[in-house]
T-cell receptor, first 112, second 116 residues
C-alpha cells in the first residue's frame, strides 16, 4: 500500500519568503504525482501535475520536482504572499489502478 | 466554468438515520470518485466509477455505505444507518478518463456531515 508523507505539517513564514514543501512516498511505481491546494471549508484545487516520465513542472511562482527513484517530490513557492496561505496536499497516482493516495498536507501561513 | 457540484453542502442528522449525498460531475468526465476527509485519517478514497461502472469500493464500509451512478450526470453516496463516526467532509471528484498520466481530478466543494 502506498504511504505518502508530508513534512512539515505546518509552516509559518513572513511575506516574500520562499516556501519549500516536501512529499515522500514509499512505492516508486507511480504514474503521476500531483500537488493540490485546499482552502478552509473548500474542495481541492489541482496546482501542478508531474507525469511519471517528467522531472518537474512549473506554473508561475510554483515549481514542483519529482525524483521517483528516491520517492520524493518538492513544491517550491517563490516570493510567498498572504494569499498563498492554505493547506497543500501531495497525491500520488498508482501505476496499477490509477487511484490517488494523499498525504496529510502541509498547512502554510504567510504573515503580512 | 465547468465544476463539480455537491448537495447538500451541510447535513446534520441523528444516529440511525439515512443520509444521501449527491454529486454532479463535470459534463463529459468519465470517472467519478468519492472521498472522505477527517482530521484523524486525512483524505481517504471510498469508491470510484468509470463510465458509471463501479471499479473499486474497497475503501467503503460495505455494511452501511453504498455508492451508485444512476446516470452520467448523477452520483450518489448513501449511509444507512448513519453513526457518529461517519461525521466527516465527503468530497466528490471527477476526471476526464482515469486512464491517462495527464489526468487530474476536479473536486466538488464537499458535504459536511455531522451525525449526532
Amino acid at each position: 500500500k502506498q504511504e505518502v508523507t508530508q513534512i512539515p505539517a505546518a509552516l509559518s513564514v513572513p511575506e516574500g519568503e520562499n516556501l519549500v514543501l516536501n512529499c515522500s512516498f514509499t512505492d516508486s511505481a507511480i504514474y503521476n504525482l500531483q500537488w493540490f491546494r485546499q482552502d478552509p471549508g473548500k474542495g481541492l484545487t489541482s496546482l501542478l501535475l508531474i507525469q511519471s516520465s517528467q522531472r518537474e513542472q512549473t506554473s508561475g511562482r510554483l515549481n514542483a520536482s519529482l525524483d521517483k527513484s528516491s520517492g520524493r517530490s518538492t513544491l517550491y513557492i517563490a516570493a510567498s504572499q498572504p494569499g498563498d496561505s492554505a493547506t497543500y496536499l501531495c497525491a500520488v497516482g498508482g501505476s496499477n489502478d490509477y487511484k490517488l493516495s494523499f498525504g496529510a498536507g502541509t498547512t502554510v501561513t504567510v504573515r503580512a | 466554468d465547468a465544476r463539480v457540484t455537491q448537495t447538500p453542502r451541510h447535513k446534520v442528522t441523528e444516529m440511525g438515520q439515512e443520509v444521501t449525498m449527491r454529486c454532479q460531475p463535470i459534463l463529459g468526465h468519465n470517472t467519478v470518485f468519492w472521498y472522505r476527509q477527517t482530521m484523524m485519517q486525512g483524505l481517504e478514497l471510498l469508491a470510484y466509477f468509470r463510465n458509471r461502472a463501479p471499479l473499486d469500493d474497497s475503501g467503503m464500509p460495505k455494511d452501511r455505505f453504498s455508492a451508485e451512478m444512476p446516470d452520467a450526470t448523477l452520483a450518489t453516496l448513501k449511509i444507512q444507518p448513519s453513526e457518529p463516526r461517519d461525521s466527516a467532509v465527503y468530497f466528490c471528484a471527477s476526471g476526464p478518463t482515469g486512464l491517462s498520466v495527464a489526468d487530474t481530478q476536479y473536486f466538488g466543494p464537499g458535504t459536511r456531515l455531522t451525525v449526532l
